[in-house]
């Protein structure tokens, strides 16, 4: 039996997050932009939704919450390898990575792994990642990266640990440190209900894309086949894009076109890549047959 993340899009809206940001935190930091001007400039970018993630520190931003843009609570948590520790009020620095996973969880929030190929590939290893349980999955694209060192891209990650029957999400993120990396990847949500508890739920179910500009116009599973269209999240008369279907046996299927389909064999997941003629790219989450896996937080 197949299931897919995005058989339910009903009632509901899709919302423009980012989880990852830096700011308030004084010159010379990463967040060295006040937190009043990184909120106007995620507003002004039609965001629902962003988290102030400070290295090993809390902000509080509740002030900054118009009901607009809804400001999330959150850290990151900076020992060697990184996480967001997502709907938190405070730092877990203290302690191990697995405590602080299930501190996340105690508290209501979530735990996404940071950059996997940052530095170095594999910065988190597979291994590294098949120790842990309860968080919810990784960034499979952080656009920050290109400026410091290593691949902001971390599909290879993902697929390895997808492969070991680990069903984790992919996110996407700017990871902000100054102004011209705001908008250059987020993470869309299809939420049902307001505030954080909306966002978490469609998290958990996988109700989320990875953009790097492209919005998803719809996933559909009928049977063994999967019919995708993605589309620009503006008005375009552009409607024609490359889409990749990627499974665990390596091989990528392509297609060029305003939709795509691909009717699934053996595999035990599929997940598709859109690349639009700006490069501007879309990662959806696996479609997945359920037999197969265990979720991360198990």
């Known amino acids: 039996m197949y299931k897919n993340p995005y058989d339910d899009l009903t009632n509901g809206r899709w919302i423009k997050v980012n989880f990852h940001t830096h700011a308030g935190t004084g010159e010379g930091t990463c967040g060295s932009n006040p937190v009043d001007a990184v909120v106007r400039l995620y507003r002004d970018l039609n965001y629902g939704a ?3 993630s400070n290295h090993d520190l809390y902000t509080d931003t509740t002030a900054f919450d118009d009901g607009k843009l809804h400001l999330i609570q959150g850290v990151e948590y900076s020992p060697y390898p990184h996480m967001l520790t997502i709907g938190v009020d405070r730092s877990l620095h203290e302690l191990p990575h697995q405590a602080a996973i299930d501190a996340t969880a105690e508290a209501g929030g979530f735990t996404i792994l940071c950059h996997p190929n940052w530095i170095h590939k594999a910065y988190w290893s597979p291994e590294q990642i098949n120790a842990l349980t309860g968080f919810v999955g990784l960034e499979v694209m952080n656009t920050l990266i290109y400026r410091l060192s290593g691949s902001g891209r971390a599909t290879d990650v993902w697929d390895a640990v997808l492969k070991q029957g680990r069903l984790i999400w992919g996110f996407g993120s700017d990871d902000f440190h100054i102004p011209s990396d705001a ?5 869309d949500v299809y939420v049902k209900a307001e505030g954080f508890e909306g966002i978490k739920q469609a998290v958990t179910a996988g109700r989320l894309t ?6 998803l116009d719809y996933l559909r599973l009928d049977g063994k086949t999967i019919t995708v269209k993605a589309k620009f999240p503006t008005e375009t008369y552009v ?8 499974t665990e046996n390596g091989a990528v299927a392509q297609s060029q076109g305003p939709s795509a389909e691909y009717t699934i064999g053996d595999e035990n997941y599929v997940r598709v890549e859109v690349i639009a003629e700006n490069g501007a790219m879309l990662f959806t989450q696996p479609v997945i047959r359920t037999e197969f896996y265990m979720p991360a937080s198990h």
């Open 210 to 215: 990875a953009s790097t500009g492209l919005a």
């Open 239 to 246: 409607d024609t894009f490359d889409y990749r279907f990627a």
């Open 183 to 187: 908008g250059r990847c987020w993470t």
């Open 50 to 52: 962003l988290c102030i």
